[in-house]
């Protein structure tokens, strides 16, 4: 059975910081990854999605990375800000099965 | 552009009532999901269908049933609510099949009284 963890669970950094998010997943039999944000009480904003075939995606200040061998993924916050304040969560979709299988996410807050 | 619209947005219901939600794709999305969010928790899929197919299964329970109609939309129909089943509701969609990106709607509240 697929799990994805996240790390860390909470990150709180100050304006202007670049940071990194961490997922890692136990089957590398993927599909593809996908970084969704979610703002509190609301729905999934996806940011990025990664194919398996694919090492990073970029949009923006945002840069997620994939190591399939591994089991790992990231994703580069650079020059955060404020509105950056929300949980992220990442997903593997598995080669078989339509599910999305998720993190329990990194709830991060960027001080201003 | 268009996304998946799905309603209601909040509900509430009592224990052993039923419950319908409602989702509609985005036009010409083939494919529709839906996830289970528990406060505190991340989504857990539920269920999926793909040209009115059931196409996947996941941790939904028995008293859950689903269906997904000729325009596409899809409706998830809860009997006997637990106060459990106190979540969030999400709908995704992607066209041509699950390999390609779910887009999620906002969501439906429901809280169990």
């Known amino acids: 059975k697929q799990e994805v963890t996240q790390i860390p669970a909470a990150l709180s950094v100050p304006e202007g910081e670049n940071l990194v998010l961490n997922c890692s997943f136990t089957d590398s039999a993927i599909y593809n990854l996908q970084w969704f944000r979610q703002d509190p009480g609301k729905g999934l904003t996806s940011l990025l999605l990664?194919?398996?075939?694919?090492r990073e995606q970029t949009s923006g200040r945002l840069n997620a990375s994939l190591d399939k061998s591994s089991g790992r993924s990231t994703l580069y916050i650079a020059a955060s800000q404020p509105g950056d304040s929300a949980t992220y969560l990442c997903a593997v979709k598995e080669t078989s099965g339509s599910r999305l299988t998720f993190g329990e996410g990194t709830q991060l807050t960027v001080n201003p | 552009a268009a996304g998946v619209i799905q309603s209601p947005r909040h509900l509430i219901k009592e224990k052993r009532e039923t419950a319908t939600l409602k989702c509609y794709p985005i036009?010409?999305?083939?494919?529709v999901y839906w996830y289970q969010q528990g406060p505190g928790q991340d989504p857990q899929f539920l269920i999926s269908f793909y040209e009115k197919m059931q196409s996947d299964k996941g941790s939904i329970p028995d008293r859950f049933s689903a269906q997904q109609f000729s325009d596409y939309h899809s409706e998830l129909n809860m009997s006997s609510l637990e106060l459990g089943d106190s979540a969030l509701y999400f709908c995704?969609?992607?066209?041509?099949?699950?390999?390609?990106?779910?887009?999620f709607g906002d969501g439906t509240r429901l809280s169990i009284l």
């Open positions: 990664i194919q398996s075939s694919q």
């Open positions: 995704a969609s992607s066209l041509g099949g699950s390999h390609q990106p779910q887009h």
């Open positions: 036009p010409r999305h083939d494919t």
